[in-house]
């Protein structure tokens, strides 16, 4: 059972657009949403998270909005540069333990110059 | 400061052969946590350790095993492979307690034949 579900699978955005990525999640035991770039041949990397007790998150280009009652939140990158080109992935996991990450399933994006 | 460091990058193994991944964590941390992920998927969890014990365990089989050192570093160790294993093999390190700040290393590519 996928615990995040991530949508849509592949994105094509020209330079300069926003695409939008979004996750819903189950369990309300949930409690930090991190997402995560992976480029070819490397391990993801952590870009932006965010926790439930605040609705928008901002880190430079990078946007999160989170809501809490449709167990859902979205990425949204501004101003998309061909070097986001990569694949996106949102996780979740609950409590403090650092324990398990449950991941989507991944977004490809790719931005045209 | 290091990142974490994994080896080897890649592997090819026959089926029915033994493997074992090796990890070191980013300096200062002291959980390591080893993810599968198959081409196209997102990563799944594998098991945690920390002080030397599996801390936490995924929906893998007993055929996956693990060690961590007093050094924090860790292996993984799976018998008896099977063609479905063949995947991208991530270790994260971070702090015990603290879901954010986990650090991925760039994986080791499994194939099995």
């Known amino acids: 059972q996928q615990q995040v579900k991530q949508s849509p699978q592949s994105l094509i955005v020209q330079k300069g657009g926003i695409p939008i990525i979004n996750c819903a999640y189950e369990?309300?035991?949930?409690?930090?949403f991190p997402w995560y770039q992976q480029f070819p041949g490397k391990g993801p990397a952590l870009l932006i998270a965010?926790?439930?007790?605040?609705s928008e998150k901002k880190e430079g280009r990078f946007t999160i909005s989170f809501n809490k009652s449709a167990k859902q939140f979205s990425l949204h990158i501004m101003d998309s540069q061909p070097g986001d080109s990569a694949t996106y992935f949102c996780?979740?996991?609950?409590?403090?333990?650092?324990?398990?990450?449950?991941f989507g399933t991944g977004t490809s994006l790719t931005v045209i110059p | 400061e290091t990142g974490v460091t994994q080896s080897p990058t890649h592997l090819i193994k026959t089926r029915g052969q033994q493997v074992t991944l090796r990890c070191s964590s980013q300096?200062?941390?002291?959980?390591v946590s080893w993810y599968q992920q198959a081409l196209g998927q997102g990563p799944q969890f594998i098991f945690q350790?920390?002080?030397?014990?599996?801390?936490g365990r995924g929906n893998f089989p007993p055929r996956f095993s693990g060690l961590q050192f007093p050094n924090y570093s860790s292996e993984l160790n799976v018998n008896a492979l099977e063609l479905d294993d063949s995947a991208l093999y991530l270790c994260?390190?971070?702090?015990?307690?603290?879901?954010?700040?986990?650090?991925f290393g760039s994986g080791t590519r499994l194939t099995v034949v």
């Open positions: 994260a390190s971070s702090l015990a307690g603290q879901n954010y700040g986990y650090t």
């Open positions: 996780a979740a996991s609950k409590g403090n333990t650092g324990n398990q990450f449950y």
């Open positions: 350790y920390y002080r030397e014990e599996e801390n």
């Open positions: 300096s200062g941390h002291n959980t």
């Open positions: 369990n309300t035991a949930f409690d930090y």
């Open positions: 965010i926790r439930p007790d605040v």
